[in-house]
């Protein structure tokens, strides 16, 4: 599985950026997290781990995410060290006019649950990341300049 969804959120690259790095506001634009914890100490940073509760297909997955790659509000990326398969999340940003071009891209081999599913994994994490990031933009766009 290898999914990528962008969008442009008409608010600067570092409230964006700053805003999707920080673990504490996941809940609120991430739509199947319902809980998500920096382990160790603030701020995030290559070797920190995050631990995040889903919702995913009608199951719950409690797993935890490395930081990998940190490129101040330009990129994050992140990998799985404890969840039910392999898995990479990353997060890039890039000036596009006055505002900032999202891209979210996960990527991974499903488990034997999840391989079942085939290629619904794919179109549900599809869907899922497209509604995040409308989300997302709705929650930033709306905020006071």
């Known amino acids: 599985m290898d999914v990528t969804i962008e969008a442009v959120i008409d608010r600067p690259r570092g409230e964006v950026a700053g805003f999707v790095m920080d673990h504490r506001n996941d809940a609120t634009w991430i739509g199947d997290i319902s809980e998500s914890e920096l382990l160790g100490e603030p701020p995030i940073r290559v070797g920190s781990d995050d631990r995040r509760v889903a919702r995913f297909l009608g199951r719950r997955i409690d797993y935890v995410l490395r930081v990998e790659r940190l490129d101040d509000d330009a990129f994050l990326g992140m990998r799985s060290v404890k969840a039910p398969f392999p898995m990479a999340v990353d997060y890039a940003f890039e000036d596009q006019g006055t505002g900032t071009l999202v ?3 996960v990527g991974g081999q499903p488990g ?11 179109k549900q994490t599809e869907k899922s990341i497209a509604s995040d990031l409308a989300r997302l933009k709705a929650l930033l766009e709306g905020r006071a300049s």
């Open 103 to 105: 891209r979210i891209r």
């Open 112 to 122: 034997r649950v999840y391989k079942l599913a085939g290629g619904m994994l794919a």
